[in-house]
């Protein structure tokens, strides 16, 4: 793989191209992971340390502040889209918008910006469209939680250009019921554990999920079931049934906070939490985040999806996602960034830092 | 393989012990089969016929009333459990109770009765145990159904000595409901089919089932959900659950009933029928039945799983079960039937057909 140019690396719509045409689906990221590595260490002003495939590109200015921008260097499978290809305004291919778009202004600000208004930690990583346990974020904040110091942080995920601030959290849980079997023809001899689970599911379509302002964000919450699987065979009454459910939830409430609620919900059920993730606060009252909203100059909305700014919010850095990249087209065959969000993005991010 | 000496045919108990010792799992009955025809055509008094493996030994006395025996030669598969051993009064082994020693009692009495109270049309045949579509009794019917005409059948099924009249028809049914695919932490945009099924749920755990009480014998109906999926993933709203139910029905519905009560119960969902079975009426007002009950001795039960009855029924021919099979122990590990009770059906029957 050659290196990025000089021009490439000076024009933030070419440098997403370049780095959309380096195929790196999850697990296989070492070959972008050497051509950014290698325009990082491209410039004096970085310090930049790698751990696996993950990247940390750090200027030491002594600014009183210092933030994180942070994107992943993966992407969900090639769809027939790639090498990228350009129609009109947009640049089609596989990671256009989630999210070499994001990472390329990262590694944009990085090597073009020498003096930003505070010290800039620039984060890339790997294997993030993958089971978490994979997540290069989540695995270097375990070994190296100091590389990430910050008192604030972008993930360039894709918003369209908007401020999607914090996050909601996470959690599915098994509801089951239980039973006895029989056989159907004499039904009456057993206990039909999937008719027991109308209860549950009754529960869940009375349930009046809660709208919660935050720093004039508004998190909405939603309980659903996702799976519900039940039955031994066509003639047997069943003796158990499983109803998986998924809690999206505010960031007020914590992990334990939300299995609290949910086994109040399913009071008088058998509950078990399948997986959580936390949620995270906007943190929009940090002075980073205040001069950054200034200069995007429209009102953030909350996140409503899971990100990795919750891992941030974990190590106590507030954090944010903003990207060019529209959200709706993320892990679709006809994936596209639209090249002036780019170019707004670039001015925006650049403005903030106080860059060129 | 050898043939049945006089002596084994002789003793309805030596004769079942015989017949369990031919492994006979169903697709493999071509030996059993060629040892009964053998037996068949030893008796002067029989008129013997063949189709595959199913055989129809009759008596041609010029009798006013003609009576059907029947019993399935083959087994569900080997458990460990041939040869057969005997322990005290029991006889241990695959198809022990169900259904050899009901099928040895149908050879003993074509062998030993030259001139029985009515005709007699003894039927053997294959694949009961398995897919109706293979179903030696089911296939007869269709080609030569002029082989089964009789006022009246006993389908030696294990009864464990009583009498076991008609069956309820079964049907499968799936109920399906529809909703609007989202992504779990928007949810609101979407519509959760699962959620929708607790209305099903529900209509099941209300649903009042009948007691129907016909001659004398008392059917009981059954409605249950015996299978539920739902799901597309795990941060997914899903938009289609599919509950099957299966309708345990009493004998004076028909299929067409059936289907138009689950239609009224399940209103305003999709329903669709998976599969059907209609009933059997137990057709105790027979002459053939009246005296059969009165050599029993003992009142007649319902009848509540599916057997083969009902393919009489279908036939217009009247029909119960009756063997010394317990239906408890049939397709166990630990299958075995009483020897005193092989007896006391020889003699019910023997005395019933006016033999010796």
Known sequence: MDGLDPDTLADPAALTRALVDIESVSGNEDAITAVVEAALRGAPHLSVRRW????????ELGRPRRVVLAGHLDTVPVAENLPSTVDGDCLYGCGTSDM????????????????????????????????????????????HADWLAAD???????????????????MRARVTTEGRRAHAARSWLGANAIHAAGEVLGRLSDYAARRVE?????YREGLNAVRIAGGVA??????????????RFAPDRTVPAAEAHLREVFDGFALEVVDSAPG???GLSSVPAGEFLAVVGRPPAAKLGWTDVARFAELGIPALNYGPGDPNLAHT?????????????????????GGP
Chains 1, 2 share one sequence.
Do not use: M
């Not at 604030?152 to 996470?170: D, K, S």
């Open 100 to 143: 070499k778009s994001g990472s390329a202004l990262a590694l944009w600000l990085a090597v073009g910006i020498p003096a930003p208004r505070y010290d800039v930690s620039y984060v890339f990583y790997d294997c993030e469209e993958v089971d978490a346990a994979r997540n290069g974020l989540r695995r270097l904040a375990e070994v």
């Open 234 to 247: 066509g003639n047997v009454v069943p003796d158990r049934c499983d109803v998986e459910v998924n809690f």
């Open 333 to 353: 065959r006809e994936e596209r960034v639209e090249i002036p969000k780019i170019h707004e993005g670039a001015a925006t991010l650049a403005g903030w830092l």
């Open 280 to 282: 995270a606060l906007p």
């Open 214 to 218: 935050i720093e004039g964000c508004e």
């Open 52 to 59: 696996g495939n993950t990247l940390v590109a750090r200027t």
């Open 152 to 170: 604030f942080a972008i993930l360039l995920e894709p918003t369209y250009g908007a401020v999607e601030a914090g996050c909601q959290g996470t």
